[in-house]
């Protein structure tokens, strides 16, 4: 017997898998004739309150205060309305300014961006030219959530802000995709990942970011871009890939272009015509375990200068 939790995941499967998500208004179209209409409570978001969405919210969400947490329900919809379906820039505040302000994001139901990001995250403005604290959201997409939209997860800078960093942590079971490229995406290295988690039966359709710990037990595939792009390693941000399931893409573009540390006991393939792992920027070091698989189709399984 299939519960309705699995009914979803398996709707959203197949949906992803027809490209039908690549829209956020065909997957609006679809989902909505099962959903009340129904508004996130309490919006604004408020710091130190929990906003919690259920049934479908058509406006989207800012979050633009430290200290507040966002619950999509296993059920609810929201969709950005000429942007992102969620929106984090929290402005700092005061003379210059060393404290991070903090959100948190937790989706179990479905948060498509449709022509935009479905979360987009920013430091947000600054109340002068320095701010040293920058923004830390932390986000987990549960066995039944989706974020969608142009990209899944975006972390871009402040244009008033330059020199402020967004950090992002991600704990994902459910699926993140995008219309086209990486599903997970920062524009610099002012915006990263600390760590992303893609748990078993995690579906993530691309990383295009800096980060330090990457550990994969679900899928990561990158279609015919690289399943996993990162900026060069650096002194915070050391690139380091534990995977244990499966990561994949099937173009001419290397499968995992990284510098950093890979440790594999499950499955890194090509199966295009790119390169598997390529490393051609820095340095790499790579331990693959008795059970592991690294294979290309028709490129070279490893490139690096420095091993």
């Not at 992102?84 to 479905?110: C, D, F, K």
């Not at 380091?240 to 594999?264: D, F, H, K, M, Y």
Request: net charge neutral.
């Amino acid at each position: 017997m299939v519960g309705q939790n699995g009914q979803g995941r398996r709707a959203r499967a197949v949906l992803l898998k027809s490209g039908l998500l690549k829209s956020g208004a065909t997957a609006l179209a679809l989902l909505v004739h099962q959903q009340a209409f129904a508004a996130c409570s309490p919006d604004p978001v408020q710091s130190g309150q929990t906003t919690t969405c259920s049934g479908l919210d058509a406006d989207g969400l800012v979050v633009a205060n430290s200290g507040a947490t966002v619950v999509v329900a296993n059920g609810a919809t929201v969709v950005g309305s000429g942007g992102p379906a969620i929106s984090v820039a929290m402005p700092s505040t005061g003379g210059y300014s060393y404290l991070t302000r903090t959100a948190a994001i937790e989706v179990h139901g479905i948060v498509t961006g449709g022509t935009d990001a479905g979360i987009r995250v920013q430091p947000g403005s600054a109340a002068n030219s320095y701010d040293g604290g920058g923004s830390s959201v932390s986000i987990t997409i549960g066995a039944s959530g989706l974020v969608t939209g142009s990209t899944g997860i975006s972390g871009v800078r402040t244009p008033d802000n330059p020199y402020a960093s967004s950090i992002i942590t991600l704990d994902n079971s459910g699926i993140v995709s995008a219309a086209s490229g990486p599903a997970i995406s920062t524009d610099s290295l002012g915006s990263s990942f600390d760590g992303i988690v893609n748990r078993q039966g995690g579906l993530i359709g691309g990383i295009a970011t800096s980060f330090n710990t990457l550990d994969n037990s679900g899928t990561i595939d990158g279609g015919a871009g690289s399943a996993l792009a990162s900026a060069s390693a650096n002194g915070y941000r050391p690139n380091e890939v534990r995977n244990q399931g499966l990561i994949t893409s099937s173009g001419g573009a290397p499968t995992i272009a990284a510098t950093g540390s890979i440790t594999n006991s499950g499955v890194i393939s090509n199966t295009g015509a790119g390169t598997t792992i390529s490393s051609s920027t820095g340095f790499l070091t790579l331990r693959n375990d008795a059970s592991g698989t690294i294979s290309s189709n028709g490129g070279t399984a490893i490139s690096t200068p420095y091993a």
